[in-house]
């Protein structure tokens, strides 16, 4: 390590060390780029899990990662839906099963605590990543660089800054983005439970008034973690609830779908939020995951969206000795990633108003939307693709277009003549 008030000069810094710093360190490395990599010790310890899909374990796989994370998680198989609320209007169940769209599971989710001890393993044995334990003190953008002072003394002088630092960034603050969040009146309660009956690799999200109550399956055929959201208050009386009363709540709303429920480990209860800034970029600064974009915990998006923009940023960094910050590169970014960005957190925040919403249209619309998914086999294979990335469905109703007007063709072609035997002909 340099010394205290010494100039380190850089290509890249990434500033975060939770699953999107982390993983961001990693895809530069795996490309060839010298990173930085600057935060407090990874966290081991964090109650929470986290689903990835397909395309984000694809990116994992360019980086030798997949096979770790799926050892180490449980595939989701189906995915259900189930109205859990009491109104007037309510949709039916509908599931969604992997093999439909020839996959063998939608994703693993796996223990944060896992997940960031086998990035943070993977960190550890990457020559051209450099780990400093430290917190940012201040940013100085400029336009030849970001000088970047550190609680510890050190100085960093870098082309160009990845803010991986939550939602709270400063990374963005330095980068001039204004940024609104907008309290939700939700809270996220966090834990594991175990249960009487095996998951069969099925996530449940059961839609509630306050929001989704979601069971995902862990690699113990009986055990679960789950997210549910609910309001601050109830998050807060729920936290306080002995073991064995919190078992018969988290049974009850399942309507004893695993059988007999008992906690396992500890809990815990997040406030929720959106936000969601104009740009995701500038003064050679770019964001990624929740420090670009903030939304609640509905339909497994959160790090699957920040592995996109991993992806996309990854892609758009030029190797030396192109400079990274480059205005035009900043710029490509803010355009890529835009559309997905907008598309993903307009659909989370309509799901999620449409559950708290007392107004008929709206309980009608989400009826309508969910009956259409359980009987229409197209339609509901179209939403799963396009659920797990972006376009893949409209790629795949294009591929099945042309392969049926294909077989059209060929079926209608003529066929070339074949002579006859003159021995059998007839004069």
């Not at 081991?44 to 030798?64: C, N, Y």
């Not at 709303?253 to 740009?279: I, N, Y």
């Not at 990624?288 to 790090?303: D, M, R, S, T, Y």
């Amino acid at each position: 390590m340099k010394g205290a008030m010494m100039d380190s000069h850089d290509r890249i810094a990434v500033i975060g060390t939770g699953p999107a710093g982390l993983i961001a360190s990693l895809c530069l490395a795996h490309t060839g780029h010298s990173v930085r990599l600057v935060g407090p010790a990874v966290d081991h310890a964090d109650p929470r899990t986290t689903a990835l899909m397909q395309p984000s374990l694809a990116v994992l796989e360019k980086i030798g990662m997949r096979h770790a994370i799926e050892n180490a998680g449980a595939p989701l198989r189906v995915m259900r839906i189930v109205d859990g609320t009491t109104r007037l209007i309510r949709s039916p169940a509908v599931a969604f099963h992997a093999s439909d769209i020839q996959e063998p599971a939608f994703g693993f989710n796996i223990p944060n605590a896992e997940l960031n001890r086998l990035l943070d393993e993977a960190i550890s044995e990457q020559p051209t990543i450099q780990r400093i334990v430290a917190k940012v003190e201040s940013y100085s953008p400029a336009e030849t660089g970001v000088r970047v002072r550190l609680d510890n003394g050190e100085r960093l002088v870098c082309n160009l800054v990845i803010g991986a630092d939550g939602r709270q960034s400063r990374a963005r603050i330095a980068a001039g983005i204004s940024h609104m969040p907008a309290p939700l009146p939700q809270s996220a309660f966090v834990l594991c439970f175990e249960h009487e009956f095996p998951h069969d690799n099925v996530s449940t999200e059961i839609h509630t008034e306050s929001g989704p109550f979601t069971q995902v399956p862990l690699p113990d055929p009986r055990r679960s973690s789950l997210v549910w959201v609910v309001p601050p208050h109830r998050a807060e009386r729920l936290l306080q609830t002995d073991d064995e009363q919190l078992g018969h709540i988290i049974e009850e709303r399942m309507q004893s779908m695993l059988g007999k429920v008992s906690v396992a480990g500890p809990r815990a209860a997040f406030p929720l939020s959106t936000a969601l800034p104009p740009r995701f970029g500038d003064r050679r600064i770019v964001l990624v995951g929740e420090a670009a974009h903030v939304f609640p915990p509905i339909g497994a998006q959160g790090l699957n969206l920040a592995v996109r923009d991993i992806a996309d940023l990854t892609a758009l960094v030029p190797q030396p000795p192109a400079d990274p910050g480059a205005s035009d590169i900043i710029e490509a970014y803010n355009r890529t990633r835009r559309s997905d960005i907008m598309m993903r957190s307009a659909a989370v925040r309509s799901l999620n108003r449409s559950l708290l919403s007392d107004m008929l249209p709206a309980q009608m619309a989400r009826a309508v939307g969910l009956d259409a998914l359980r009987r229409v086999g197209p339609l509901r294979d179209f939403f799963m693709r396009e659920g797990m990335s972006p376009g893949s469905g409209f790629k795949a109703i294009r591929r099945e277009v042309r392969d049926a007007l294909r077989e059209q063709v060929d079926r209608y072609r003529p066929r070339p003549h074949k002579p006859q035997d003159r021995r059998y002909r007839h004069y």
